[in-house]
């Protein structure tokens, strides 16, 4: 199982950035061989998938970040990237970051998640 420690949000006014990090471990996840992912969630309401990078380094994004949003990935230092351009208001959330597959949403594990904050 992958443990993640995410880092980088804060406070930004709308139309700023935001570079989220993710330093995963755990003896028994390959980070080189999951796909990862980037999630956020509002309070009151339920956690949404944002980025998506597979193992080829492919990639994929909720169309509300697209053209916004980039995630990558270093396989050496086991950390997976969210570069966030032109914030708005709507993208403020919780930012968390775990493995992917197409079961995400019944993980028991979330790592604590980091805060994005985008004032208008």
């Known amino acids: 199982q992958v443990q993640v420690v995410e880092s980088g949000g804060g406070l930004v006014q709308a139309g700023g950035s935001l570079r989220l990090s993710c330093a995963s471990s755990?003896?028994?996840?390959?980070?080189?061989?999951?796909?990862m992912a980037w999630y956020r969630q509002v309070q009151g309401k339920q956690r949404e998938l944002v980025a998506i990078i597979g193992l080829s380094g492919m990639t994929n994004y909720a169309d509300s970040v697209k053209g916004r949003f980039t995630i990558s990935r270093d396989n050496v230092k086991r950390t997976v990237y969210l570069q966030m351009n032109s914030l708005k208001p709507e993208d403020t959330a919780v930012y968390y970051c775990?493995?992917?597959?197409?079961?995400?949403?019944?993980?028991?594990?979330w790592g604590q998640g980091t805060q994005v904050t985008v004032s208008s």
């Open positions: 755990g003896s028994t996840f390959t980070f080189s061989r999951n796909a």
């Open positions: 775990n493995g992917y597959s197409p079961t995400w949403d019944s993980y028991d594990y």
